[in-house]
């Protein structure tokens, strides 16, 4: 076992605060990351403030985690020492179910075992993830990240990243198609750069207008405010696919009216509360409402090695261990252009938990 550092909260109303953890020691097929960078994903939020129940504690979030191989266990065959690797939503699955074997292993008919917030298959105990100086996983779940992409910029990737690659993917998304992004964070910019990339037509779908400069940066072709109720004329009946990356509820009645015949509306950002939708809202043109989650290993790999293809990145902001807190709250009020992520450098020794 190694005792490192780490950021921890007790209960669901406390704060994180610094803390000492344990590391296993490696398994046969084990690789031990030093974690040099970890995004901050609303998800955390919503765990480490049980609101969406399930939180057992203490507990340390992240699993937007990119660092270096120090160590790699007996067996080991996909990584070596001094590998740029990341880390993210999950670290096991049954590997024996039919989703796994499909390469799945998000939707494990046995349950995958999330990064953080879960239980290890063996033993039980806690999983603690990437706010912390390092972590053990096995080689299957670890991500190699192409020398092109910064680090930093590379860990938002492992989540928010796959979020939306993942889903574009699945609707295929591509030229000829029409593209809402509804929602303008740390998902949603992720949505306009992969969604472009694919060559489709990219309209961000925002509460207001004030990250127009940055969504056309990103390479949305329009730009509409949501708070204007013209938008929703002007764009009736529009889309073939809308992503919605927000994690409050919004009206789904009015967002199906955007979609054209056989349009989805796919939801990713997962309010705390139920949403509630008219069928008569689906039936009038054969609309599809889904969700989608984050993607299995083999897909996060390809999002990875597109995305170093295209020179895409998460837009950061850099922070250290000390204001974590308080890019909680900024999250929350989306005021973070648009992934926080944690210099790990900044965070406390061991010696002066000790």
């Known amino acids: 076992m190694t005792t490192?550092?780490?950021l921890s909260t007790p209960a669901a109303d406390q704060p994180l605060a610094p803390t000492l953890i344990?590391?296993?020691d490696p398994r046969p097929h084990d690789v031990v990351i030093d974690i040099a960078f970890a995004g901050i994903c609303h998800s955390d939020i919503h765990q480490a403030r049980n609101e969406w129940g399930g939180s057992h504690f203490p507990m340390v979030p992240g699993h937007e985690i990119a660092g270096i191989v120090t160590e790699v266990g007996s067996a080991v065959t996909t990584h070596r020492v001094g590998d740029r690797v990341g880390i993210g939503c999950f670290v096991d699955s049954c590997r024996e179910c039919e989703n796994c074997l499909a390469g799945e292993e998000q939707y494990c008919l046995n349950g995958h075992t999330a990064t953080y917030n879960g239980r290890d298959r063996e033993t039980g105990e806690s999983t603690f993830g990437g706010y912390s100086t390092q972590i053990v996983a096995d080689e299957n779940y670890v991500l190699r990240i192409p020398e092109s992409l910064d680090l930093a910029q590379a860990a938002p990737l492992l989540c928010a990243g796959i979020t939306l690659y993942s889903?574009?993917?699945h609707w295929q998304a591509g030229p000829g198609k029409r593209v809402a992004v509804l929602g303008m964070g740390g998902l949603g910019h992720m949505g306009v750069k992969i969604a472009h990339a694919l060559g489709a037509e990219v309209?961000?779908?925002s509460q207001t207008l004030s990250k127009k400069e940055d969504g056309l940066r990103m390479g949305a072709d329009h730009y509409y405010a949501t708070s204007d109720p013209a938008t929703f004329t002007a764009l009736k009946e529009r889309f073939d696919l809308i992503l919605n990356t927000v994690s409050a509820n919004v009206d789904i009645d009015a967002y199906l009216g955007l979609l054209r015949l056989d349009g989805a509306l796919v939801n990713i950002g997962i309010p705390s509360q139920p949403?509630?939708?008219?069928m008569f809202s689906l039936a009038r043109r054969r609309r599809s409402l889904s969700a989608s989650t984050i993607g299995g290993i083999r897909e996060t790999q390809e999002m990875l090695d597109f995305c170093a293809a295209h020179d895409i990145a998460a837009d950061i902001e850099i922070i250290t261990?000390?204001?974590?807190n308080d890019a909680y709250e900024r999250v929350i009020?989306?005021?973070v252009r648009y992934r926080a992520v944690i210099d790990?450098?900044?965070m406390p020794t061991v010696e002066s938990l000790s």
């Open 4 to 6: 490192i550092s780490a």
């Open 22 to 24: 344990t590391r296993r």
């Open 167 to 169: 889903p574009l993917m």
């Open 203 to 205: 309209t961000v779908l």
């Open 275 to 278: 949403d509630s939708v008219r």
């Open 321 to 324: 261990a000390a204001e974590v």
């Open 333 to 335: 009020a989306s005021a």
């Open 344 to 346: 790990i450098a900044t």
